[in-house]
């Protein structure tokens, strides 16, 4: 197919007759559907149990809740895979086009695009949004795949976006620590607040227990001391405010986990006792069958101690 010409026009509008072969190889990285195909054949997500299970649930299951699932799980991992993928793929369709381009004009070291890794280049800067200019495509078709990479770039990032902040957010027994090494730091910074307080009050103390302030040095020093003591007054007070604030605050994480660990307490114990009777019971059914058995065993020893007597009764008599 060398001789078949296909014509990308130039972004002035000029026709530009390259090779169909080459144009066509920008196609190839169509076939990653591929790897999703595997990938729905092999993951534990998109199989027939998985399957049933959404159907139960009533929601639609196949390779979207597969890659879905595959995000919660390993956010990190099908980011940077996504990642790779979308740079080899765009940046290898990019730089067939580009190269079917330069086929009819002049070489221009600043836009070689006969090197593959040129066309990954530019797809970073474009996913990224960086921009640098020193590769940009210069056809329709390369700018149509530069937007869709760039669009499709934008979205890459929120997802990475989406992985850190589920990566640094708290579960509910980090949150319960952070809070209580919180609630620690803020006592010791109250202590700090009340030490400082009671030690600008006893200098205080000393300068009014002297007969008369005379000194023009000890005049300065006496205010600078009540200066200093109605500043740590404030922080103490609007640190205990705070303090008890954040005492009394309770989240609802908290109140739930404290819901939960008084329910399960209680449910142990009714379980506990449940148990027990249902032990003591089980001991009065034994006791109780012990009982028949022992009364039925008497009510046939006398049944046959009476047979025995009236045999021997009417015998006596003859």
């Known amino acids: 197919m060398n001789d078949v010409k296909v014509n990308i026009p130039k972004t002035n509008g000029e026709a530009n007759f390259v090779d169909l072969d080459l144009f066509l190889t920008s ?10 195909r595997y990938f729905s054949f092999y993951s534990s997500w998109a199989d027939d149990r998985a399957e049933k299970i959404c159907n139960e649930c009533s929601t ?5 809740f597969a890659i879905k699932a595959e995000l919660k799980e390993r956010p990190f991992t099908m980011v940077g895979v996504l990642m790779i993928l979308s740079i080899m793929i765009f940046g290898y369709a990019l730089r067939n086009v580009e190269v079917a381009f330069m086929q009819n004009r002049p070489e221009n070291k600043f836009q070689d695009w006969t090197y593959e890794w040129n066309g990954f280049w530019c797809i970073i800067i474009t996913i990224l949004t960086v921009g640098y200019g020193d590769f940009y495509p210069q056809t329709h078709v390369g700018r149509i795949i530069a937007v869709v990479a760039c669009l499709w770039g934008t979205f890459l990032i929120s997802l990475i976006v989406l992985s850190l902040n589920i990566s640094v957010e708290f579960t509910s027994q980090e949150s319960k620590s952070y809070d209580e090494l919180k609630k620690g730091e803020m006592l010791f910074e109250l202590k700090k607040k009340a030490i400082q307080t009671l030690r600008y009050s006893i200098r205080l103390k000393n300068y009014q227990n ?5 000194e023009e040095v000890d005049k300065i020093k006496y205010i600078k001391t009540i200066d200093q003591l109605k500043k740590n007054l404030s922080e103490f007070r609007t640190a205990r405010k705070f ?3 954040k005492e009394h605050e309770v989240s609802a994480l908290n109140i739930l986990y404290r819901i939960h660990e008084n329910v399960s307490v209680e449910m142990e114990d009714i379980i506990m006792t449940a148990n027990d009777q249902v032990n003591s019971l089980l001991q009065c059914l034994e006791l109780s069958q012990t009982i028949q058995e022992e009364i039925k065993e008497y009510t046939n020893k006398l049944d046959t101690m009476t047979k025995t007597l009236e045999e021997s009764i009417p015998s006596e008599t003859t």
């Open 243 to 245: 303090f008890i604030s």
């Open 27 to 36: 196609l190839i990285p169509l076939r990653v559907y591929l790897l999703f």
């Open 60 to 64: 639609l299951g196949g390779i979207s």
């Open 210 to 214: 002297m007969e008369d302030v005379t």
